[in-house]
């Protein structure tokens, strides 16, 4: 069974993104590496400052992202690698769209982007009495055996 391990710094990034742009959506890439088969989540980064927060889409700043992915590449001098992405399901469900599917079909098949089977988190947000609060967090992967966004189990990193 495939696990993604999260850092809670990246968890908590997520949440708070997701509750600031709620009822919109945003996300960002996601950082870590891969060890005996499970994806350990190092970092989230947000979409960068020109990115696009519509009510059911988001559209990343790649320039910004592009920076990011540099940065973390050089920092963590190459173990760190950019291995997916993260966005929200305001109010929805933390299951793949059809765009998301067709997505992570794309990256996956991008030669130049190096990430055969990526990470794809989906926050969503629910409304209580005190307002707006995370809900679930859905982990998936692509997978290039059944050309589709596949579930993964998550646990926080302690």
């Given at each position: 069974m495939q696990i993604h391990w999260l850092d809670p710094a990246a968890r908590s990034l997520i949440e708070r993104d997701a509750l600031k742009w709620g009822p919109r959506e945003t996300g960002g890439p996601l950082f870590g590496y891969e060890s005996c088969g499970e994806i350990v989540i190092t970092r989230a980064f947000p979409p960068g400052p020109r990115?696009?927060?519509?009510?059911?889409?988001?559209?990343?700043?790649?320039?910004?992202?592009?920076?990011?992915i540099a940065q973390v590449y050089e920092e963590s001098s190459g173990q760190e690698l950019w291995i997916g992405s993260w966005h929200t399901h305001p109010l929805g469900r933390p299951r793949p769209s059809l765009l998301d599917r067709a997505t992570a079909r794309r990256i996956g098949s991008e030669k130049k982007v190096r990430c055969p089977e990526p990470v794809m988190l989906i926050q969503t947000t629910r409304l209580s009495r005190e307002g707006l609060r995370p809900g679930p967090l859905g982990s998936f992967r692509w997978s290039t055996e059944h050309r589709d966004l596949r579930p993964v189990a998550i646990k926080d990193l302690s």
């Open positions: 990115a696009r927060h519509l009510p059911m889409l988001y559209r990343p700043d790649r320039e910004a992202v592009d920076r990011t």
